[in-house]
């Protein structure tokens, strides 16, 4: 949502910069979240880590870890080639 000033109908500054940032913000996927998505239960999920399969979890705090969405996107993304590339062979 735009805020606009009222004599002239624009974007205020503020609002221009607002709108930008929301497009740039990273998405922190807990691991909860990330199973559901994989569709793979908790000891899969961090053997997984453990092993190098999966993208390794970020520290958020002292009891709080995630995925960046964008890594999860993309490995979900390689699988998906790996599967196809399978196909075709």
């Not at 908790?42 to 960046?68: E, M, N, Q, S, W």
């Amino acid at each position: 949502m735009l805020f606009v000033t009222s004599l002239h109908n624009t974007p205020t500054r503020a609002a221009v910069i607002a709108v930008h940032s929301e497009l740039a913000v990273t998405k922190i996927i807990r691991p909860k979240e990330g199973m559901a998505r994989l569709g793979i239960g908790h000891t899969k999920f961090y053997a997984d880590i453990r092993a190098g399969r999966l993208p390794p979890l970020v520290r958020l705090g002292p009891r709080c870890v995630g995925h960046i969405e964008e890594e999860l996107e993309a490995y979900i993304e390689r699988l998906k080639a790996e599967r196809d590339g399978r196909r075709a062979a």
